[in-house]
């Protein structure tokens, strides 16, 4: 970029260096601001005679364009682009989603000098409306030679984000007690329907029985067959892992277990299984308090029929302390 001061009545067309005030202090026109015809009047009016500007030189994008052109790659899904003042381009969700972020790209893109990247945290719940993603440059101008590096990484390993849209989002739930099923459903469920309503749900298919694996596989089999997103087993007792009963009961009716332990905590002994694609999670003791624990952290995404993997699962970790 080349600065330089001008005349203010040839400035049409030119990109301010700085912010222009008005003598009372207020503010009149942004750095970054492209000056119009219209502008130039009102700088006129307010006694200015000549202003600092920049240019645009030979192999240099606009920080405008250059955004423009890095967030149209770098995501997919349910958003749309809102160019910002200042060299920003805005993500925001255009239905309740499911925010996916690819962290490793994301790293990459922003170790570049041109632009830089802020996403939502991976498997966020995002609402209509709301800013999901935001992307800036260097001040108004972007080298093409640096652009088209990001953006050929982008088109070759993107995208970074990923707006998975809920749409009518199904929810079945097991209460679960040795004793009395009922129980375990007048313990639990004014907890459930708090955590579900975080995400815009509810508990649209509910049974309860007692804590053995008969009955706990045949009323697992009645909720899959409406193919809910998810399927959560609420359980008094705190199961120890595959081979407990409620574990036992998800390999009696076929389901293949993805992933036991969690490193979350609350939620250490999350046990999640998936039956012709329908994931099921027991979690015990994650229904006994509305504070966040790991359901939270991966009801967004399965309410998105994403499937999570017991890798992603471990990749949890990082920021898995809740409490």
Same mark, same amino acid.
Request: net charge negative.
């Given at each position: ?63 405008? &364009? ?59 719940? #995002?609402?209509?409306? =709301? ?16 652009? &088209? ?53 509810? #508990? ?7 804590? &053995? ?30 081979? &407990? ?10 389901? =293949? ?67």
């Amino acid at each position: 970029m080349r600065a330089q001061t001008v005349d203010v009545k040839s400035s049409t067309g030119r990109i301010l260096c700085c912010t222009v005030f008005r003598p009372g202090g207020k503010k009149l026109l942004a750095k970054g601001h492209v000056i119009s015809d219209e502008d130039v009047r009102v700088l006129v009016s307010e006694g200015m005679e000549t202003i600092w500007v920049t240019e645009l030189e030979e192999g240099e994008v606009g920080e405008d &364009d250059a955004v423009c052109a890095v967030a149209s790659e770098m995501g997919c899904g349910s958003f749309e682009i809102r160019l910002a003042a200042g060299g920003r381009a805005n993500l925001v969700a255009t239905a309740n989603c499911c925010v996916l972020v690819d962290d490793e790209l994301l790293k990459q893109i922003n170790c570049t000098s041109s632009v830089v990247i802020a996403t939502a945290l991976n498997y966020s719940y #995002a609402i209509a409306g =709301q800013r999901i993603a935001t992307v800036k440059s260097a001040p108004f101008a972007v080298a093409q030679e640096q652009l &088209d590096a990001v953006v050929g990484i982008l088109k070759e390993r993107g995208p970074i984000l990923q707006a998975r849209p809920i749409h009518n989002p199904t929810v079945a739930v097991l209460y679960s007690d040795p004793i009395v099923g009922e129980r375990a459903h007048q313990l639990f469920e004014n907890i459930m329907r708090q955590r579900l309503e975080r995400f815009g749900v509810s #508990a649209n298919f509910v049974l309860a029985c007692t804590e &053995d694996e008969n009955s706990v596989a045949r009323c697992l089999q009645h909720l899959l067959r409406s193919k809910p997103c998810v399927v959560l087993v609420a359980s008094t007792t705190a199961p120890a892992g595959p081979e &407990d009963v409620v574990g036992q009961a998800m390999l009696r009716i076929g389901s =293949q277990v993805e992933r036991f332990l969690a490193p979350v905590e609350p939620g250490n002994l999350m046990l999640m299984a998936y039956k012709d694609e329908v994931p099921i999670i027991s979690a015990p003791g994650c229904f006994r308090s509305a504070k966040p624990n790991v359901v939270d952290l991966v009801l967004p995404p399965l309410l998105a029929r994403y499937h999570v993997t017991g890798w992603e699962i471990a990749s949890l970790g990082h920021g898995g302390l809740l409490a």
